[in-house]
């Protein structure tokens, strides 16, 4: 627990000299914290657990602290404890501070507890604000005919009742039509003060701010019934179905109801110092009025009072529209109030990052497991030889036809078992790709669900800005996505037969490869986390679904060359290519079949071994059948299963003289160079470059494309975070 304290307050406070052990204390000795100041959060109480998230708060000192049902899924003593501890808050803190609860039908000794209570029945109805003691004369005095038995039921439970039309709606209107008299008297008297009273009270402005400007229009306009009805129908927006408790100790609500204060603060809504006003008048002080009076009125309709409605103003003096909400830039606590420790932001964020990565159990160990077995398992069923062979064309300027007839169904079928190794072996590179890739998105987008909402949280009461969260998370991630992709083709890399290399650069890049394409994923995760944070199981089936568009355009399951047009465009936006043919050029690309230049100049290959004889009435006895020839090679050229290979040479048949032992060379030569036409040594190159169309030069594009998709994916994640986080403050 110390250590989200720390990070709290350096988050709130970045300045350099701030003291922050002793802000902690300090927070710890209001909230009796003490004790378990260092045991982990996951191990501590509930209501322990409840006073860390108001710790983390107070250490910024604020204004108003305002607590959604703070005493939720806690028993009835730690509910007690909780609201014990908050009442001596408000009492006890050195700086004036407002605490608002939200709390569902306590019991009665809570109930007695708080300073001001706030009630709303369905359709965000008033039916009762004031003092918890209060409450039964109210019951009793105003209800319409209900009694109230003080020994016999809890009066927040009786009020609950009341608001949910237990008794019907009688008893409600009742105590709408009693609350609306009471407050339009109060903000008669609260109209004159402020007007009268406070404009020369010493620690006021002589000129009047815009806010005092802006509530005295506010006021006039609710003693009117459209008005009011008006900002009642905004507080049952904000405020919905819940049972509000203002807790305020510098405000004592026992005392009558008409007599006014001499000295009123109203929340933020004047420039007034509130210890000066105490002292010089000597008398308590009223918080957020407005909060404690919006939804009051919201029953008005077509009770006309004779005042004519006029708009209500904000700060600037512009009108509102009808339907529209004012709200001052001082309560927005969402922006960011922390300007020029952007950097410092960004510091403390990556490192809590990075360390909410190192003691997830779940993120970091069943990562580091999956990157570690399952390189084993594939080694285990790969072996130690898929690696190794490269199928490189077996090219020759000279081939001996006798030579070749003896020997060449051995050649063949050594040939025939290099070109079905380096299938396995690009089949091992799809392979590792997309299991880490699917690994890393499925956690990701499980666990980063669960960061959405202490971002959410955190936010919206202007710790940090969402910039420096992303930069922190980004730069935190990229140490283990890192490390975790180099450890498996540590492992993979040299125990399936891998090639070494000068300096080993192929392995770096590589490694590089499988770091870039482990990023994108784990942005992908994170995109997904972001849209669905509230249903991760929607997150954790969605995010791998999404792959399968990108695998099926990778060109390793069907070539591209042979999808229709628009799904070969399409298929430069899968990144899954990029880093398949990427890894395969590493591999089998940059001169890995030996080549010597003075050798392959580009000559047609010629036939030798055949007696001249033999080639000469070869060729006669063909010419012979020149004419059936002609006739087989056009039935030949028909046949839907022949090669492009063999029409290419049948058409060269049909054009020249016929030489046979010569054609028959060029056939068998360009057969064993799989159909390429060798003339250079950049065209003698491996099977799977041949295959998948490749040259060394490509490497570099699909390089830049891989980095461009993953900075593309970044500034997705970013927009998505952001407005995902913006659409829920």
Same mark, same amino acid.
């Given at each position: 627990?110390?250590?989200?304290l ?7 406070? *970045? ?12 927070v ?28 983390q ?6 204004d108003?602290?305002i ?12 509910c ?14 050195p700086n ?17 507890l708080f300073?001001?209570?706030?009630i709303l ?10 003092h ?8 009793n ?8 038995d +003080?020994?016999?039921y ?6 609950v ?11 409600i ?8 008299r009471?407050?339009?008297?109060r903000i ?26 802006r ?12 008005g009011?009805q008006?900002?009642?129908s ?15 100790? +510098? ?5 009558s ?27 308590n ?14 029953q ?25 909400? /004012? ?30 990565l ?5 993120l ?21 030889r ?50 880490f ?9 499980l ?21 420096? /969260?992303?930069i ?13 992709p ?10 399936t ?12 890049? +590589?490694?590089?490869?499988?770091v ?8 992908q ?9 509230n ?39 899968s ?42 009435m070869?060729? /006669?006895?063909?010419?012979?059948f ?27 048949v049909?054009?020249? *003289? ?7 060379t ?6 064993n160079?799989?159909g390429?036409d060798?003339k ?10 041949i295959?998948?169309?490749l040259?060394?030069d ?13 900075f ?10 952001k ?7």
């Amino acid at each position: 627990m110390r250590e989200n304290l720390w990070f709290a307050s350096r988050l709130k406070h *970045p300045e350099k000299d701030f003291d922050h052990d002793s802000n902690i204390d300090r927070v710890l000795e209001l909230l009796k914290l003490e004790s378990c100041i260092d045991t982990k959060i996951s191990k501590i109480s509930g209501g322990q657990y409840k006073r860390v998230s108001i710790a983390q708060e107070l250490l910024s000192n604020p204004d108003i602290l305002i607590l959604d049902e703070p005493t939720s899924g806690l028993d009835s003593l730690t509910c007690y404890k909780t609201v014990m501890v908050l009442r001596d808050l408000a009492r006890l803190s050195p700086n004036p501070m407002a605490i608002i609860v939200t709390i569902h039908q306590p019991q009665r000794e809570v109930f007695d507890l708080f300073n001001h209570v706030y009630i709303l029945a369905i359709g965000g109805r008033c039916i009762y604000e004031g003092h918890p003691s209060l409450s039964i004369k109210t019951i009793n005095e105003c209800s319409g005919g209900l009694h109230f038995d +003080a020994d016999q039921y809890n009066p927040a439970s009786y009020l609950v009742e009341i608001a949910s039309s237990e008794f019907g709606e009688k008893p409600i209107e009742a105590l709408v039509e009693h609350q609306r008299r009471d407050f339009k008297r109060r903000i008669a008297l609260l109209d004159t003060a402020i007007g009268g009273q406070l404009v020369g009270t010493p620690g006021l402005k002589k000129r009047q701010s815009p806010m005092v400007a802006r509530f005295k229009s506010t006021l006039s306009n609710l003693t009117g019934s459209n008005g009011s009805q008006r900002l009642g129908s905004q507080a049952n927006r904000l405020t919905g179905h819940h049972l509000y408790a203002y807790t305020n100790e +510098a405000y004592d609500t026992s005392q009558s109801q008409d007599e006014l204060p001499k000295g009123i603060q109203v929340g933020s809504y004047h420039e007034l110092d509130a210890s000066k006003l105490a002292s010089s008048q000597g008398n308590n002080i009223v918080s957020n009025q407005e909060a404690r009076v919006s939804a009051c009125d919201r029953q008005n309709k077509g009770q006309s009072e004779g005042a004519q409605d006029s708009l209500i103003t904000t700060a600037a003096g512009q009108p509102l529209e009808e339907g529209e909400f /004012y709200l001052d830039d001082r309560l927005q606590t969402h922006k960011h109030n922390h300007q020029g420790h952007f950097l410092r932001h960004c510091q403390l964020l990556t490192k809590r990052s990075w360390l909410c990565l190192c003691k997830d159990p779940m993120l970091t160990t069943l990562r580091f497991s999956a990157h570690i077995i399952v390189p084993l398992l594939i080694t285990l069923v790969y072996g130690s030889r898929v690696g190794k062979p490269n199928a490189c064309p077996l090219y020759e300027t000279d081939m001996d036809l006798i030579d070749y007839a003896r020997r060449g169904a051995k050649r063949l079928l050594n040939l025939q078992d290099e070109l079905r190794c380096t299938f396995e072996n690009v089949g091992l590179y799809f392979l590792s790709v997309y299991a880490f890739t699917f690994s890393t998105m499925c956690l990701t987008s499980l666990s980063f669900p669960l960061n959405m909402h202490v971002l959410l949280k955190e936010v919206r009461n202007g710790w940090y800005s969402i910039p420096t /969260y992303f930069i922190g998370k980004t730069l935190a991630d990229f140490p283990l996505e890192f490390i975790l992709p180099t450890v498996t083709l540590m492992i993979t890399y040299p125990l399936t037969g891998q090639p070494s290399s000068y300096l080993e650069w192929r392995f770096l890049l +590589a490694t590089g490869i499988f770091v870039v394409t482990s990023l994108i994923a784990q942005t992908q995760g994170l995109i997904f986390g972001a849209l669905f944070m509230n249903a991760m199981q929607a997150a954790v089936f969605v995010a791998p679904v999404s792959t399968t568009p990108l695998i099926l355009l990778s060109g390793f399951l069907i070539r591209i060359s042979q999808m229709p047009i628009y799904l070969q465009k399409l298929s430069t936006l899968s990144y899954f290519r990029y880093a398949i043919e990427s890894l395969t050029i590493i591999r089998y690309g940059f001169g890995q079949c030996p080549c010597d230049p003075s050798v392959v100049t580009g000559e047609p290959v010629s036939a030798s071994g055949v007696p001249e004889q033999l080639r000469t009435m070869t060729n /006669y006895w063909l010419s012979t059948f020149n004419n059936g020839g002609n006739d087989t090679i056009a039935n030949l050229a028909s046949d839907e299963n022949i090669t492009d290979i063999a029409t290419t040479t049948i058409e060269t048949v049909t054009e020249q *003289p016929v030489d046979f032992f010569q054609d028959l060379t060029v056939l068998l030569a360009r057969a064993n160079s799989f159909g390429a036409d060798i003339k250079t040594c950049q065209d003698l190159k491996p099977y799977p470059m041949i295959d998948f169309s490749l040259n060394d030069d490509q490497l570099y594009v699909w390089v830049a494309a891989l980095i461009a998709t993953l900075f593309f994916s970044k500034v997705v994640n970013y927009l998505v975070v952001k407005y995902s986080v913006k659409w829920r403050l």
